[in-house]
């Protein structure tokens, strides 16, 4: 099994910028990722901001409606593929 680590290990994954590419902002620049717990933005996808930018709009979208159609089962996030 491969994982995303291998190339630069745990701390640099940790490090990276993590956005939110379901709630984009008007100036096309992405918000944090996360949200707080009374917030009315819809559940959100995060990725590092270096895939975000390499993604298209359609594979942007097909990742946040395949992340909210599974849904938030139990209160715990759920993990969902970035890319079919």
């Not at 620049?29 to 559940?43: A, D, E, L, N």
């Not at 590092?48 to 359609?58: C, D, E, S």
């Not at 395949?66 to 993990?79: D, F, H, I, L, Q």
Request: aromatic content about 8%.
């Amino acid at each position: 099994m491969r994982t995303h680590f291998s190339k630069g290990g745990l701390r640099q994954w940790v490090a990276e910028k993590w956005v939110d590419i379901g709630a984009p902002k008007k100036d096309g620049k992405y918000q944090p990722c996360g949200r707080s717990k009374g917030s009315k933005r819809k559940y959100p996808k995060c990725v590092p901001l270096a895939k975000a930018t390499r993604m298209t709009k359609g594979q942007k979208a097909s990742a946040v409606k395949r992340k909210r159609s599974a849904g938030n089962p139990g209160g715990k996030p759920t993990n969902v593929k970035t890319f079919t």
